[in-house]
């Protein structure tokens, strides 16, 4: 029994001297490490800090899989009456030796009405999805195939060298975008047809006023080079 309390004694000695037998430094890294501010990581600290992916090098202009620039909507779809349709097209004297490109072509109506009323070959270019199998849907309906093609990208990388005539109904800034890429690409003596926006910096060769119910709609014609030439 004795030895027992003495047992107990001893064990309690050690509980109240340990504190005092841990060396300093330790006790002292102790307090520090209690009185830090909690540590916070940012994106400075890994594995945060990792470098993001390169950004993609510029695409191969011949590989559509890797566009050099993300695609953007260029402006909404609002189709055009088609009375202004059919006046674009008569203002630019489409023949069936032309070949139509509509940029932003939406439903489809311009390539189709050309290919249907005039003999052209048309070419619509239509950024979203869902148009562009609607249009292909309606070609496909009035059996218009060999005339026209839907093309599903973006109008700011699409070849436009083929084209005799350019029809736009697109944001004035859109038309701004546009405008060197037409400059640079298309063949003297191509034509291009504006509903409502001009294209800034180019010198109209025909305007004409379209007259409908909803007020009055404004169509321009230009010719390359002639359009960019005179400023």
């Given amino acids: 029994m004795a030895v027992m309390r003495w047992g107990i004694g001893a064990v309690l000695i050690t509980l109240f001297l340990l504190p005092f037998a841990v060396p300093e430094r330790f006790r002292q890294s102790s307090e520090a490490a209690q009185q830090q501010p909690r540590r916070v990581y940012t994106n400075d600290d890994p594995p945060f800090n990792r470098p993001r992916s390169a950004a993609p090098a510029p695409a191969n202009p011949g590989d559509p899989a890797s566009p050099a ?29 032309d070949v139509v490109y509509d940029l932003g072509s939406g439903d489809g109506r311009i390539p189709i009405r050309a290919a249907q009323l005039f003999g052209a070959k048309a070419v619509g270019v239509e950024l979203d999805r869902g148009l562009a199998e609607e249009s292909r849907k309606n070609v496909s309906e009035l059996k218009l195939e060999e005339k026209v093609t839907i093309i599903q990208g973006d109008l700011l990388q699409t070849d436009l060298s083929p084209a005799t005539v350019i029809t736009l109904y697109l944001l ?39 007259q409908m119910g909803n007020g009055t709609h404004f169509v321009y014609l230009y010719r390359i080079p002639e359009a960019f030439q005179k400023r």
């Fill in 172 to 210: 004035v800034s859109a038309n701004e975008m546009l405008r060197p890429i037409l400059e640079k690409t298309l063949k003297p003596g191509t034509r291009v047809v504006a509903h409502d926006m001009r294209v800034p910096g180019w010198e109209s060769y025909r305007e004409e006023a379209v």
């Fill in 69 to 97: 620039r993300t695609a953007e909507k260029l402006a909404p779809f609002v189709p055009s009456p088609m009375e202004v349709v059919d006046r674009m097209l008569l203002l630019a004297r489409v023949t069936p030796d």
